[in-house]
């Protein structure tokens, strides 16, 4: 018997993940046929509770962010939770392949029966996220998951995008490598909560403390009188400052949802979500319709050849979609 979209969501709904797998590959397909699974999928979840935290844990490559989430994970799951990772991997440019290797990196965190993880190819995007982030937090809420973890591609600047979607932002640093303060981008700074500075071991520890104030400052600077993210030193060799971590996280936590924080953020993010989906909904009816995909490649090529302005030939094309 041929399994229905609603099938899908009955066993995703009772835990079972190999369910929850498909239920995500749907909602990720570009194809149009699967169009009407995927919307079908949303309106499924539509009812699915809020008790629920996303956290987004963003950084350079090489801080050990996938380290450390799983060890958030397994505290997580320790503390009765069920926990959902979303790693996002980079795709080629060229080929639109992905690594997606989280997932091996998370060796005890991906054998425990309370956590499912996911690695999602970013498609190119820009934001350290995929396309379909918002739709798969939606369906590992309603597969049963309170806790969503969140890794992005680890790309700078353009992270800032994860903040859009989840609860908390914390943000995975270290010392040792590259500018140090000066190569922290300011838009990331703007957006975390928390700040994990990674790999406090051996030689990298005076440096890290160092570094520490110097964030402080930097930090205090740039959110004026208004309270500045919480620094916390830690190493996941030797698990130094992971429980602290997680007191913060939890604090942090409690007190969002009692300020109102929790919920007004909630709210903004499904504005932003609106706008996103339009964008994403018109380019794929862009691409799927073969006149306008034509019409769009002409006109890419006749403001490259400097022969048509940018933004009349974007007017141009809107025309065609009315």
Known sequence: MTETIQDVFNEMSKGNRAALGRAITIIESRHKKDKLGRLHLLECCSDTSSETFRIGITGAPGVGKSSLIELIGLELVQQGHRVAVLAIDPSSTSTGGSILGDKTRMTELSKNASAFIRPSPSSGLLGGVSAMTRETIMLCEAAGYDRILIETVGVGQSETSVSGMVDQVVFATMTGAGDGLQGIKRGILEVVDLVAINKVDGNNVEPSKQFSTALKGALSVLHGGQSRPEIFLTSTVSDLG???????ITRW???????????????????????????????????????????????????????LHPVLAAEDLIKHLQ
Do not use: C
């Not at 992971?242 to 913060?248: A, I, P, R, T, Y």
């Open 242 to 248: 992971v429980g602290d971590l997680m007191s913060g």
């Open 253 to 307: 936590i409690d007190e969002s949802k009692s300020s109102g924080q929790f919920t007004a953020r909630r709210a903004n993010q499904l504005g932003h979500w609106f706008e996103d989906a339009l964008v994403y909904g018109m380019d794929r009816h862009l691409k799927n319709s073969p006149e306008l995909a034509q019409k769009y490649e002409n006109l890419k090529v006749s403001v490259a050849r400097g022969d």
